[in-house]
């Protein structure tokens, strides 16, 4: 659950990011 998590944020982070 906690890597899902993780991904999502990175995931969120990187489209916040471009």
Known sequence: MHSITSANVN????????
């Open 11 to 18: 995931k969120d982070k990187i489209l916040w990011t471009t």
